[in-house]
């Protein structure tokens, strides 16, 4: 038999996918973390893995799925592309959700070498997720799985055994190793536009913002992070800001369509990071969507047109999904590269046939 013959699409999809295969895996696996910092990597859309300095794992928002994956929206259930889907309930009519998968899947969930907590905002498709669920807990059954109710009660029937689901509210800390995880408010006004009340929204209040979404701020003993999950900028913001010490910061940022607003604008991630104090504010989630794709040097213009008149003292950081981020060591860089390689370029004679190759 033939390479060719022996080719199929089961046997493409094993030897493509994850398009990263262990790269990551192995990069955290293997980082030490030097005292006095913590390191953080982008997983996509708002899934950050945080390492703290003495070896503390923690995951947020370990999503590894997919958006649409055929233009033929009809077979889709009422609460995922019909009248009763969220962003169809805030526009008002029934138009598409085109929302292909923009980026890789830059972790591979079942490759996992260690992990101290697994925790999830809210119940929305993009951030909890049954694959990275499952591959985590068959591997690492002790470990706290962390959510507000809807998703816990989510993971329940799922599978998930209930004794290993910590339901969190705004006011809880949870220490997990030598890290403190502080659960606040979210404000992800999509959120509560979401299923499960059937048609008709007008005339009914809906239930609490705490049971469906939760932002967090985890303190390491090298700097805090809060992760804001889809929280739009909220006047609360503030509050945040002035109760609690903010190093890195997170803001889901994206290009709404006219008629929808799902995720903030350039100026919202700045004004969140300005209320919640931060020193780094990182804009996520506008690289997940096809249709919500947004340019981040709207940030960087926007940033440098204020900082002086409005003396901004954060910067705001444009990274890559599967970088690295070390705070405080990268707190001024305000962009990312990937690692260039070729360090020991000309250490050596070139191997060419003449000097003038080169
Ligand atoms: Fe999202």
Request: net charge negative; charged share 25%.
């Given at each position: 038999?033939?390479?060719?013959?022996?080719?199929?699409?089961?046997?493409?999809?094993?030897?493509?996918?994850?398009?990263?295969?262990?790269?990551?895996?192995?990069?955290?696996?293997?980082?030490?973390?030097?005292?006095?910092?913590?390191?953080?990597?982008?997983?996509?859309?708002?899934?950050?893995?945080?390492?703290?300095?003495?070896?503390?794992?923690?995951?947020?928002?370990?999503?590894?799925?997919?958006?649409?994956?055929?233009?033929?929206?009809?077979?889709?259930p009422p609460h995922l592309g019909g009248p009763d889907f969220q962003l169809n309930r805030m526009v008002g009519g029934r138009q598409r959700f085109p929302n292909t998968r923009m980026i890789p899947v830059v972790m591979d969930p079942f490759k996992v070498r260690k992990l101290d907590a697994y925790l999830v905002t809210h119940n929305h498709r993009d951030h909890m997720d049954p694959n990275s669920l499952a591959a985590i807990y068959h591997k690492f059954p002790d470990i706290p799985f962390i959510g507000p109710e809807y998703v816990t009660k989510q993971w329940i029937e799922w599978g998930l055994p209930k004794e290993r689901c910590t339901t969190v509210k705004p006011g809880d800390v949870i220490k997990v190793k030598d890290c403190e995880i502080v659960v606040l408010d979210s404000f992800d006004r999509t959120v509560l536009l979401t299923a499960p009340r059937d048609g008709e929204l007008k005339g009914h209040c809906p239930d609490d913002m705490d049971r469906r979404s939760v932002n967090y701020l985890i303190k390491t003993p090298g700097g805090s992070f809060y992760h804001s999950g889809d929280s739009h900028f909220s006047n609360y913001t503030l509050r945040h800001g002035k109760q609690h010490q903010i190093d890195v910061a997170i803001a889901s940022f994206g290009e709404n369509p006219p008629g929808l607003t799902d995720k903030m604008t350039s100026s919202d991630v700045l004004r969140m990071a300005e209320n919640l104090r931060c020193k780094v504010i990182i804009p996520v989630h506008y690289e997940t969507w096809s249709c919500f794709m947004a340019d981040t040097r709207e940030v960087d213009v926007l940033y440098d047109m204020r900082r002086d008149r409005l003396k901004y003292e954060f910067k705001p950081y444009i990274w890559q999904v599967g970088g690295k981020f070390v705070y405080p060591d990268n707190k001024d860089d305000r962009h990312f590269m990937f690692e260039r390689g070729f360090e020991h370029a000309m250490e050596e004679e070139p191997n060419v046939y003449f000097k003038s190759f080169l």
């Open positions: 038999m033939s390479l060719i013959d022996d080719t199929t699409r089961e046997s493409w999809i094993q030897s493509v996918f994850p398009e990263w295969g262990e790269w990551l895996n192995e990069e955290i696996g293997e980082t030490r973390v030097t005292p006095g910092t913590f390191a953080m990597w982008w997983l996509g859309c708002t899934g950050i893995w945080l390492k703290s300095e003495n070896n503390t794992d923690i995951v947020v928002d370990f999503w590894v799925g997919r958006g649409k994956v055929t233009q033929d929206f009809s077979k889709l």
